[in-house]
């Protein structure tokens, strides 16, 4: 399933919060021991055993265990590699994609004065975010498939449309990720107070100039945050690609379960764990430029 | 690590459940006998074996799925015939690899899976890997020499041969070999069950697709080329094909198992799918699966039991009613305990079935692996 990752670090930032003086003291980190020890629980560990596996050997007959850079580096060739970079391409892509139009939706919520569009809209992205998985898949085959009700009403089929192919996938994810986008930027376009743009408007500034000198700055880091979220969901997911195109779309998701549970090739546990590891430090590697990012643009917040 | 640790506990906590003081000495000793057991002989014929099993009252099984080669019909047999002993099925869509990791994972567990129906690359690494106790079974001298274990560690049990379903409605024109299935006439049409790196029959149909162009089972990229040019043509949808995009027409031509592509013809005659048969005259590639006894099987005489059921006559023939062509068939016929009527109704082929040897399946895996995605992308 195509779990969303919960949004710890996508809202508030731009909200009037921020002013709060925070507490500073011996005993503030006793008040997230509680959460440090989950996090090592729940986290540490199954990271602790995936290493593990990802740089040893176990012999089958034997039972002795040796270190090895084997599984590391067969996870970084061939088409391993390819799955990798397949992944990447197809969640910044539709990570960009989605963010965009996200945004654009969200203002369009924020700015209209009906509330009753603005529940709507918040509601359905609430449940459109959370449609993942082997239902999204076959929703969509019934849909916008080779036999899909759309396809045939339209004749897509001979305008070359293709719904098992990379861009048939990244629509696909599309439809939940624009939805956790609005989500996530919401809450941030309302803390963008009329009055700055009435203030900019008296000093004569046009609309474009409010954006890039006032609204973008203050908005920035929750878009970042959002494309950050957005790029992990669709990093992170597996159900609907598999049952979408199978193997012809790489993605490191799927080479993951071809390795962990198949029924053709034998011995590959190690080498979808070293898979695993890739993962975490490529989205490591994304926080990494995330945060110091976003700690660039929330100085501007002060 | 985790694991190990959390199997470390279950170990003690089950090992101290096991040491109940009220348990007869005479039943311990008898459970200890069927887990070296390597026939029915062991216990004094199959009553002593039947008598054991019931005694353990249950059997673990993994990865049977109901609708796959009639084993719903097998489990409810089993479970009617020895109305004592419980089956417990776990996971029935489970991939070989998750039974291998299930056996490892719950060693000395009472979850245990204690019998297994693996690929058989996995009933051949598994046996190296000594996770498998050897038994033969009574009609063990009956399995052709090239489907067993020497050892009796594994056997073939059942298989089938690769073959191309058809929704008759859709297709004016049933292809009836891979040829055929270059035509334009089947644009966005031929599916597979599934990825050939993870799927064993989508792997099938591949080394079928290599045999029909010229490749042999030492080479297998003639099967992966021919896939290539499939989706290069539009031909190939890489959606998976399951019972639901059967029925619902959107692999209407799907290359699977003849045992699953018939059931499929039976399950939806009634719903309006018209699903043709047909085994490919110019890629004949069969496998058959093979079934093991867990060496730490939890319920060991039940576990024993089971393969028995499984290699009688009544056994041997619930496959055949699957669609599935079961090991012993060919010594069923020649004494005549096989069921005419369903042999009929199988999928007819030429020949007899060749099987590759465990170096060219693994050269052909590994060149799969490597080629495949390059291939259809």
């Avoid at chain 2, 029909?212 to 896939?227: C, L, T, Y």
């Amino acid at each position: 399933m195509s779990a969303p990752a919960p949004t710890p670090h996508t809202t508030g930032t731009a909200g009037g919060s921020t002013t709060r003086r925070r507490r500073r003291g011996p005993r503030t980190w006793l008040a997230a021991l509680p959460l440090l020890v989950f996090t090592a629980l729940c986290f540490g560990i199954p990271l602790g055993a995936l290493v593990f596996g990802a740089v040893t050997r176990t012999d089958s007959r034997s039972g002795a265990t040796s270190l090895t850079g084997e599984h590391l580096a067969r996870s970084l060739q061939g088409p391993y590699l390819g799955s990798l970079i397949g992944s990447v391409q197809l969640s910044a892509l539709t990570a960009l994609i989605g963010a965009v139009l996200g945004v654009l939706i969200a203002q369009a919520v924020v700015t209209s004065r009906s509330q009753g569009l603005r529940n709507a809209a918040l509601t359905a992205s609430g449940v459109l975010a959370n449609f993942g998985g082997v239902p999204l898949a076959f929703a969509f085959i019934a849909t916008l498939g080779i036999s899909g009700v759309v396809t045939r009403l339209a004749d897509l089929g001979s305008l070359g449309w293709d719904l098992y192919s990379f861009t048939g996938l990244a629509v696909v994810y599309l439809y939940f990720l624009i939805p956790l986008m609005v989500l996530a930027t919401v809450p941030a376009l309302d803390g963008l107070r009329p009055q700055w743009r009435e203030a900019a408007q008296n000093a004569g500034a046009t609309a474009w100039q409010f954006w890039r000198h006032v609204g973008l700055p203050v908005l920035a880091p929750s878009l970042l945050g959002g494309f950050v979220l957005l790029f992990g969901t669709a990093f992170a997911a597996h159900a609907t690609a598999a049952a979408l195109v199978g193997g012809s779309v790489p993605l490191v998701t799927l080479k993951i379960a071809d390795a962990l549970s198949g029924n053709v090739l034998t011995g590959q546990e190690n080498v979808a764990l070293a898979l695993g590891l890739d993962m975490i430090l490529i989205a490591g590697l994304v926080m990494a430029v995330y945060l110091p990012l976003q700690r660039r643009s929330a100085r501007w917040l002060r | 690590m985790s694991v190990l640790l959390a199997t470390a506990v279950l170990t003690a906590l089950t090992a101290a459940c096991g040491a109940a003081p009220d348990e007869p000495a005479a039943a311990a000793k008898a459970g200890a006998d069927a887990k070296t057991a390597t026939s029915a002989a062991a216990f004094g014929g199959v009553e002593g074996l039947v008598a054991a099993a019931e005694k353990e009252g249950e059997l673990n099984v993994i990865a049977l799925p109901p609708d796959w080669a009639n084993y719903g019909e097998i489990i409810k047999a089993f479970e009617a015939k020895y109305p004592k002993i419980k089956i417990k099925s776990e996971n029935p869509d489970a991939s070989s690899s998750d039974e291998i990791a299930a056996v490892k994972s719950r060693k000395g567990q009472d979850r245990a899976p204690d019998v297994l129906d693996l690929g058989i690359a996995f009933a051949r690494s598994g046996a190296d890997e000594g996770l498998f106790a050897p038994y033969k079974v009574e009609a063990w001298d009956k399995i052709p020499a090239g489907q067993k274990d020497p050892e009796g560690r594994w056997y073939n049990d059942y298989g089938g041969y690769i073959s191309i379903g058809c929704d008759a409605r859709r297709i004016p024109v049933c292809p009836q070999t891979f040829a055929d299935l270059l035509k334009p006439e089947y644009k966005g049409k031929v599916a597979l069950n599934g990825n050939p790196t993870k799927s064993g029959s989508a792997f099938g149909g591949v080394y079928a697709a290599a045999l029909a162009n010229k490749g042999s089972f030492g080479d297998i990229q003639p099967g992966i080329d021919f896939f290539g040019q499939l989706k290069k043509s539009g031909n190939f949808i890489p959606v998976e094909s399951t019972p639901a995009t059967v029925e619902k027409g959107e692999t209407p031509i799907s290359i699977d198992w003849d045992y699953l592509n018939a059931g499929y013809a039976d399950q939806f005659k009634d719903k309006g799918v018209d699903w043709k048969v047909a085994v490919p005259a110019d890629g004949v590639y069969a496998q058959y699966y093979s079934q093991a006894i867990n060496k730490d099987a939890p319920h060991p005489a039940a576990a024993r039991l089971w393969m028995e059921f499984l290699y009688s006559t009544e056994g041997q023939n619930l496959w055949l009613k699957g669609y599935a062509r079961p090991v012993l068939l060919p010594a069923m016929t020649a004494d005549g305990t096989a069921d005419n009527g369903l042999v009929a109704k199988l999928p007819k082929v030429e020949g007899t079935p060749a099987f590759p040897a465990s170096a060219e399946l693994d050269k052909a895996k590994a060149t799969l692996a490597e080629k495949w995605d390059k291939a259809l992308s």
